[in-house]
């Protein structure tokens, strides 16, 4: 069979990822109206009585969520992404519809315990399909392009706490209509989207699950972005999911105005860090085979002082300037993670791989969570734990570093 000419390729390849960003979207957007909707859900469902509490609703579903990544991750490289990611829209969106009408807080916990399920299989098999049709030269921008939408759905998820706080529509009706759209778009999705022509390799059919474990555990380079993956992603998620509550109970805001401060200006940072950062590496990789970690290593650096004024910002417009040098950061990081793990990885060993990425990296995140939830219920100061951050991000700029991509490996 003849090879696709190179521009009906290309064009193929960005329209893959063109009908992933609406999944990417919604999968980020499920996410983020829990936090910023915290008060009228707290209001509304019996049983939740503290910030520890709904620090474990929010680890609940990064627990579940990271144990079945490696999973989702290996049935996507074993067998079709297509599949993988079409039923996991689909499910999630059935779960989130019926995260619309839970009562108490056990339900919620089963909610969130089950939309990590489902979500779980989207984001290992979504990246590693995008890998599949851009290589090297095009890799961290598809990857960049493909996460804006995930921080539009944050965005949007900002402001369902002005869509909480409307007596004509509420926290549920925001749940039902978001988990209708992912339902209905979970078909032609499924009918559009395709898989590349990969030929048949014997050693990748027979990788079972413990010679991958055994291949990925085994390098080193991996290791090290799995450490250097997770240790910011721990702020990342503090700050997704408590700064609308810490914006709130400092500057004495309402829910809906303390949601899109929270969310609004760090995420359309992190679109242009990582349009910006992804076009940057693209053009590094001409030069050398580290180009990436580089412009990876840039995002880090701006996460230092970003982080320690987070714990003191003193008014909101000094909020608002960290959260944007956050933003800027995280999407420098955020787009170059995939392409960093194909230099270092085989192609059938990447949504796995990255799958265990995320185990590592959103169990911590739920600990992170829920210890925040502790640590705030007992009056440790702001200032502390951000300064704690702070620390963490300059380790990890150290770490990247570190990883020692092989030649050639930039454009498998």
């Not at 989702?72 to 779960?95: K, M, Q």
Request: aromatic share 12%; glycine share 10%; hydrophobic share 50%.
């Amino acid at each position: 069979m003849t090879a696709p000419e190179p521009s009906r390729a290309l064009r193929t390849a960005w329209i893959v990822v063109a009908l992933l960003w609406p999944v990417a979207l919604l999968n980020y957007l499920d996410r983020q109206m829990l936090a910023t909707m915290k008060t009228s859900m707290v209001g509304d469902i019996t049983g939740i009585t503290s910030d520890a509490q709904w620090g474990f609703v929010l680890a609940s579903f990064k627990w579940v969520y990271a144990v079945l990544s490696p999973i989702g991750g290996y049935i996507a490289d074993r067998f079709s992404r297509r599949h993988v990611i079409a039923v996991s829209l689909f499910t999630w969106s059935l779960v989130t519809w019926l995260t619309g009408h839970v009562t108490n807080y056990n339900e919620l916990i089963a909610a969130r315990a089950l939309m990590g399920i489902s979500e779980a299989f989207y984001i290992p098999a979504a990246l590693a399909l995008i890998s599949d049709f851009h290589l090297g030269p095009t890799r961290s921008r598809a990857i960049g392009l493909h996460q804006t939408g995930i921080y539009i759905g944050l965005i949007l998820g900002g402001f369902a706490g002005h869509v909480a706080d409307s007596p004509s529509h509420g926290w549920r009706w925001a749940f039902g209509a978001a988990g209708l759209v992912g339902i209905v778009y979970a078909f032609p999705l499924f009918w559009f989207l395709r898989n590349p022509e990969r030929p048949a390799d014997a050693a990748s059919a027979s990788l079972t699950p413990a010679r991958a474990a055994s291949a990925l555990l085994g390098n080193r380079n991996f290791l090290l972005l799995v450490l250097y993956f997770t240790l910011p992603a721990i702020a990342g998620w503090v700050i997704k999911d408590w700064m609308p509550v810490i914006l709130k109970e400092q500057f004495k805001l309402s829910q809906g105005e303390a949601g899109v401060i929270a969310v609004l200006y760090v995420q359309i940072a992190t679109i242009g860090g990582a349009l910006l950062g992804g076009w940057l590496a693209d053009r590094w990789m001409r030069h050398t085979e580290r180009g990436r970690i580089y412009v990876s290593a840039i995002g880090m650096t701006l996460f230092l002082p970003a982080l320690f004024g987070l714990g003191n910002p003193g008014t909101v417009a000094l909020a608002i300037f960290f959260l944007i040098l956050f933003g800027v950061g995280w999407g420098f990081f955020d787009c170059n993670n995939m392409p960093i793990l194909c230099q270092i990885t085989r192609p059938e060993l990447r949504a796995t791989g990255y799958g265990v990425m995320n185990l590592v990296s959103i169990s911590c995140g739920g600990f992170g969570d829920w210890g925040f939830g502790v640590l705030k219920t007992q009056g440790v100061p702001l200032t502390l734990i951000f300064g704690c951050f702070t620390g963490v991000a300059l380790l990890s700029l150290a770490i990247v570093l570190l990883i020692r991509p092989k030649s050639g490996d930039a454009r498998k």
